[in-house]
């Protein structure tokens, strides 16, 4: 085979695969516009007239539950990032006693997957009076995700020259002072790939929202719009424009911050 056919051949398995991710989204924006019987009619196709009152009945169930999603994202992230950040910045820069043990024991963490955990960490949360509540939530989040937050950002600020940060402290500058004037700065790519895959793992959480909470109001994205399909029953349109509607947050992130998510996990590959 010669090398032209070769790189056709390539060309051809790459648009091939591009197809069938793409397919299924397009699929998902023709069933959201149907109604029960246009579905009957021609699933696999555009149909007309477009029923965008589909939308409407989707966000009228769907609305509260990404609401709780963004609150529950927004405060967990905001400390996750500064736990992170001020973490990655003590084991790359500051030196003390214990330093490799105590870091090691951190990513050791990474590898205990969460199902092991899973009925001690409910067992505690039931007996902390954090079941049915935001925080039961919240609080999971601010516990496990600073552990990849500081090992990301300690791998990105250990590639910062040292002179810096003594020039810094030769200056009088505290380590309030360092952290935010210096690792800050250098540590955003870092910071907005943290940040992109917190929220994303937040908005996708699906077992402990729908085990911790009970209350339909507190309920997130991923466990409500699954009971979006029991309450449109065999509605398609509906259900498939609530997937699209819960969709376009992610999109809207990936299309801002895309770029530094790629950026940071590349660089902190890197520097592993």
Known sequence: MTRKRLQILH??????????????????VFI????????DQGRWSLTFPLRMGNYGAAWGVVKQYMLNTFLVGFVGLSGVVIMSLVGGHVFAVMRFRGKKV?????????SVPFVLSFIPSYVLYYKMGLVNSRWGLIIPNLANGPVFGI??????????????YEASEIDGANIFQDIFHISLPLGATALATLSVSNFLGT???????????????KQLISVGITK??????????PEFAGYIIASLPLLVIFV???????EGAVSSGLKM
């Open 11 to 28: 060309h051809l398995i790459i648009w091939l695969m591009l197809f069938l991710a793409i397919y299924p989204l397009i699929m998902t």
């Open 32 to 39: 959201s516009m149907k109604n029960p019987y246009q579905f």
């Open 102 to 110: 105590l870091f090691g024991m951190i990513i050791a963490l990474l």
């Open 151 to 164: 090992f990301l950002l300690r791998s990105t600020l250990a590639g910062v020259p040292k002179a810096i």
């Open 203 to 217: 908005w996708n959480w699906f077992l402990w929202p729908l085990v911790i909470i009970t209350d339909k109001s």
């Open 228 to 237: 979006l399909a029991i309450e449109t029953s065999n509605n398609w349109g």
């Open 256 to 262: 801002f911050l895309g770029r530094y998510y790629v």
